[in-house]
């Protein structure tokens, strides 16, 4: 399909990981990013891979690229209150066009 | 500056009336994108422009929907005869290259609210 997709929600306890996945559709990506929306905000690039990566880390956050699959996970490491937002993945398409995945609002209980 | 500013934040206008929304990119960045956020967090693509010229517009409603990058002014996204399903939050986007490696950079929106 059209859509990428993305579980809607995510609860996890302060402290421990989280792990956001994103299902993307179009295979020649460049790119893929993970954006993060804190509330009344805009959007913050977190990280992006390239695709020819598997894995990239970067300080708390590690990015999983499985491209047999089209799939895409961000995990957080030591997860805090501060994380507590809305995790977007995107992909690249046409003209060098953004889409957007359909959001995960990722809640950390202290 | 190295944020993109978008104005006005909120803007409220009645069904029928036109709505104007600016986005001032950073300078230095020849891309502009325009997004539309609607309920459940959609992002919908509306327009993009390198420098003065419309880049691709495939996401723009064909009708009311217009954008312009006109040089030293701010871009803007105008609505001509808004209606319900308008109300969103615009979100303008700017980038340096266009091959986005380290993605765009955001703005903080503006909240249109039709009523």
């Known amino acids: 399909g059209e859509d990428v997709e993305q579980s809607l929600f995510l609860s996890v306890r302060e402290g421990d990981s989280s792990v956001i996945n994103c299902t993307y559709t179009?295979?020649?990506?460049?790119?893929l990013y993970w954006y993060k929306q804190e509330p009344g905000a805009g959007l913050q690039l977190l990280t992006y891979i390239f695709s020819n990566m598997d894995m990239k880390q970067d300080q708390r956050l590690t990015v999983l690229l499985n491209k047999k699959d089209k799939h895409l996970s961000l995990r957080i490491a030591d997860t805090q209150t501060g994380d507590s937002a809305i995790y977007f993945c995107?992909?690249?398409?046409?003209?060098?066009?953004?889409?957007f995945g359909t959001g995960t609002r990722l809640t950390v209980i202290p | 500056g190295e944020e993109v500013a978008q104005t006005p934040k909120h803007l409220v206008r009645g069904e029928g009336q036109k709505a104007k929304l600016y986005c001032a990119p950073i300078?230095?960045?020849?891309?502009v994108f325009w997004y539309q956020q609607v309920l459940k967090n959609e992002f919908k693509f509306l327009i993009s422009f390198q420098n003065e010229n419309v880049f691709d517009e495939t996401g723009m409603p064909k009708e009311r929907f217009s954008a312009k990058c006109l040089p030293n002014s701010p871009c803007s996204l105008e609505i001509q005869a808004t209606k319900l399903e308008d109300s969103a939050v615009y979100f303008c986007?700017?980038?340096?290259?266009?091959?986005?490696?380290?993605?765009?950079?955001f703005g903080s929106g503006t909240r249109l609210t039709v009523v």
């Open positions: 995107a992909e690249i398409r046409g003209a060098n066009n953004l889409f």
């Open positions: 300078k230095g960045h020849s891309y």
């Open positions: 986007a700017s980038s340096h290259d266009r091959e986005p490696n380290y993605g765009y950079t």
């Open positions: 179009d295979s020649s990506s460049t790119y």
